[in-house]
């Protein structure tokens, strides 16, 4: 049974930084390409970032610069290091394994004043 745990959300100041981490389970996670997601109220879900099993990672031209994805495979983590964050940084933050419908509950990130 896949799951996907996601945490380190909260509330943060803009200009602060979060790292959210997802725990997974119940696949090989070294063998698959890892990615983070979010949604924020009223608006579409959207990849922020991905990383290959292989290490090589992309991000949304929304957030380069300032958001870092990693991945601790003897952990069988993936980490999404947020940096400078904005409020529209604000949404529901969500992990998930490439090609698969997995989802995990989320963590929200808040970044206000």
């Known amino acids: 049974q896949v799951q996907l745990v996601e945490s380190g959300g909260g509330l943060v100041q803009p200009g602060g930084s979060l790292r959210l981490s997802c725990a997974a389970s119940g696949f090989a996670f070294s063998r698959y390409a890892m990615s983070w997601y979010r949604q924020a109220p009223g608006k579409e879900r959207e990849l922020v970032a991905g990383i290959t099993w292989a290490g090589n990672t992309n991000y949304a031209d929304s957030v380069k610069g300032r958001f870092t994805i990693s991945r601790d495979n003897a952990k069988n983590t993936v980490y999404l290091q947020m940096n400078s964050l904005k409020p529209e940084d604000t949404a529901a933050y969500y992990c998930?394994?490439?090609?698969?419908?997995?989802w995990g509950q989320g963590t929200q990130v808040t970044v206000s004043s």
């Open positions: 998930k394994r490439v090609g698969f419908g997995d």
